[in-house]
């Protein structure tokens, strides 16, 4: 098992936001949170990530105790994060931001291997290379976003919401593209999402949190099938 969450809770003050939490992801599989405004997703993914620590519960990588080393040693271990609303640095250009992503890894990665590379699965990010990143538009923020945490080739990408905001193509677009990355390069990749339609369309698995718990999981098929899921997610 590449990464196992293990009955984690999180509260801020007296608002519990996770409450025994439990999912696991295997390598190369692509899978899915799915829950509404609330539901405790992005909390999940920060505590995975060491943003906000849980304070009750396990997380576990390559059978490796992580639950409480720093934000930065994950990173460096292999796991990113593309965080709510496209966060990029608004005052440094699309190349800059790139150059974040491989912050602290400059001397063991090849950085304008990297980079290209980057730029051949998001070509409109070579074309804007030396404009400010407060200058694109919100999909190509979003597209920076997931190559800044992709350029450092990490072992598992947690993506949170990234279909905020982007119209239905977009959606369907970038989707598309971390699909391919999974299928092609293998690469490890958990979305956390409300847009169960979406999400659910390319995952293999996933699970369903409702204020801070995990009330369904399955696969793929079996969530979209099933009745609550339509009726709360899907509008029928
Ligand atoms: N820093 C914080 N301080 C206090 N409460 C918080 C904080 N962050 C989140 N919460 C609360 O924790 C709960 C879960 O929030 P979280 O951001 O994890 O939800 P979410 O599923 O990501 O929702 P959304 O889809 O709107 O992004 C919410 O009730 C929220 O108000
Ligand atoms: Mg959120």
Redesign the pocket.
């Known amino acids: 098992m590449l990464l196992e969450v293990n009955n984690i809770h999180v509260s801020?003050?007296d608002?519990q936001?996770?409450c025994g939490v439990s999912f696991h992801i295997e390598k190369g599989e692509l899978i899915s949170i799915i829950?509404?405004?609330?539901?405790?997703?992005?909390?999940?993914l920060?505590a995975v990530m060491g943003i906000?620590p849980p304070q009750q519960g396990k997380i576990i990588f390559k059978g490796q105790d992580i639950t409480n080393i720093f934000s930065h040693q994950r990173a460096r271990i292999g796991i990113r994060m593309v965080p709510?609303r496209a966060r990029v640095f608004p005052r440094l250009t699309v190349y800059e931001n790139l150059l974040t992503g491989l912050y602290g890894l400059r001397n063991k990665l090849p950085v304008e291997e990297r980079i290209s590379s980057m730029y051949s699965v998001f070509p409109i990010l070579e074309e804007r290379k030396n404009q400010l990143a407060n200058t694109l538009s919100g999909g190509e923020q979003q597209q920076l976003s997931i190559a800044r945490a992709l350029v450092s080739n990490p072992e598992v990408l947690l993506v949170?919401?990234v279909s905020m905001g982007l119209m239905p193509k977009l959606v369907d677009q970038v989707f598309g593209i971390l699909e391919q990355l999974n299928k092609e390069q293998g690469l490890t990749i958990l979305l956390?999402e409300?847009n169960a339609v979406a999400s659910l369309a390319v995952s293999s698995r996933g699970y369903v949190?409702e204020t801070?718990t995990c009330a369904l999981q399955g696969s793929a098929q079996e969530l979209m099938d099933n009745s609550r899921v339509k009726e709360v997610y899907l509008g029928h």
């Open positions: 801020y003050g608002i936001a996770v829950g509404a405004n609330g539901a405790g997703k992005s909390t999940i920060n906000f709510e949170d919401e956390v409300q949190l801070g």
